[in-house]
């Protein structure tokens, strides 16, 4: 696999239809305006917005004045709108509620406060996106932890099978994930594309997650898409990491029992992977921790003959 590929297949389909879902705005609001206003000038053009539609309130109106006050973070206009008859049940077009805008927003009191209104805590829309997966997507930690304290199941997946625990690992965002482990989050879960938390959290060098999911009980040499292992994904870990990180990732598995022997596939082992990935860093650390530079993967190669950079090359010499 290719630095462009294996990048590729780290940023996999679900995650832009889960962003797409997630992060864009509901039909009462452009991106474009969010942007521009700052808290008290949105909440004084929703009003202005209800100004001219009050003489002809009807359940349209409200549910987009609903939409927009819950985007624009204005809790007490969301109460008003709700006081004169706006639905919490109501949706947008692809399914989306008002609950899970706020939680996509991070605005944790409206959350509570809809929910206070009935809002269904586990609604999702047509892609299966539920408050708790938009939170724990955006990182929204407050969101997180108000709707995971009113009960909200931390297990439903979307239709691509990705859960609120495998989106918080993709971003690496540890405290979210602790928060979803506790509250009885399925660790061992995988994607429609064979990938699980830990994966993602060895790919994108986030030590902290790939931590907390072993002391969660997830098998260290698990085998998962392509059979690799989170030593391989640790070990060509994606570009918008850090290789300090990456290095501290693969130094925690070898610590946790990752073997070195392993090979996915290809035929490759994570010596292999790094070496093709330029990792030099990783390399020297699979070296010295006894990976064997001399395996040849399915096509007869060697961790040298795929390696990448100078200095790769240079620490694979016998």
């Known amino acids: 696999m290719t630095k462009a590929s294996w990048q590729s297949y780290l940023t996999c389909a679900w995650l832009s239809?889960?962003?797409a879902t997630?992060?864009?705005?509901p039909s009462t609001l452009s991106r474009a305006q969010t942007d521009q206003m700052d808290d008290k000038s949105a909440c004084e053009e929703v009003k202005k917005h209800y100004l001219v539609e009050r003489a002809q309130l009807n359940a349209r109106t409200l549910t987009d004045l609903l939409f927009e006050a819950t985007q624009k973070d204005c809790s007490a206009l969301v109460e008003q709108f709700l006081?004169?008859?706006a639905s919490v049940k109501a949706r947008t077009g692809i399914g989306n509620t008002a609950l899970i805008v706020a939680a996509r927003m991070g605005h944790a009191d409206i959350v509570e406060l809809l929910l206070a209104r009935g809002a269904e805590i586990n609604q999702s829309n047509l892609n299966g996106l539920t408050a708790l997966l938009a939170a724990a997507t955006n990182g929204r930690t407050p969101a997180v932890k108000t709707l995971l304290t009113a009960g909200a199941d931390a297990?439903?997946?979307?239709?691509?099978?990705v859960t609120p625990l495998i989106a918080a690992a993709f971003k690496g965002d540890e405290q979210i994930a602790e928060l979803l482990i506790r509250a009885g989050a399925n660790v061992q879960e995988i994607d429609e594309t064979g990938k699980s938390a830990i994966v993602y959290a060895a790919g994108r060098g986030?030590?902290?997650?790939?931590q907390l999911l072993l002391d969660a009980g997830v098998e260290v040499n698990r085998r998962y898409g392509n059979d690799l292992t989170a030593?391989?994904?640790a070990a060509g870990y994606s570009d918008?990491?850090?290789?300090?990180?990456?290095?501290?990732?693969v130094t925690?598995?070898?610590a946790k029992g990752a073997r070195l022997d392993l090979a996915d596939n290809r035929g490759r082992t994570a010596l292999m992977i790094a070496a093709e990935r330029g990792h030099a860093e990783i390399v020297k650390l699979l070296l010295a921790a006894g990976a064997d530079r001399n395996l040849r993967d399915k096509d007869g190669k060697t961790a040298a003959d795929l390696a990448t950079g100078d200095a790769v090359k240079t620490a694979l010499l016998p």
């Not at 297990?155 to 099978?161: L, P």
């Not at 918008?240 to 990732?249: E, R, V």
């Open 252 to 254: 925690l598995l070898l």
């Open 83 to 85: 006081a004169e008859g």
């Open 206 to 210: 986030s030590m902290p997650t790939v």
């Open 240 to 249: 918008d990491a850090a290789a300090a990180d990456g290095a501290a990732t």
């Open 22 to 25: 997630a992060t864009a705005a």
């Open 17 to 19: 239809a889960v962003l």
């Open 155 to 161: 297990t439903i997946a979307d239709k691509h099978g």
């Open 231 to 233: 030593l391989m994904w």
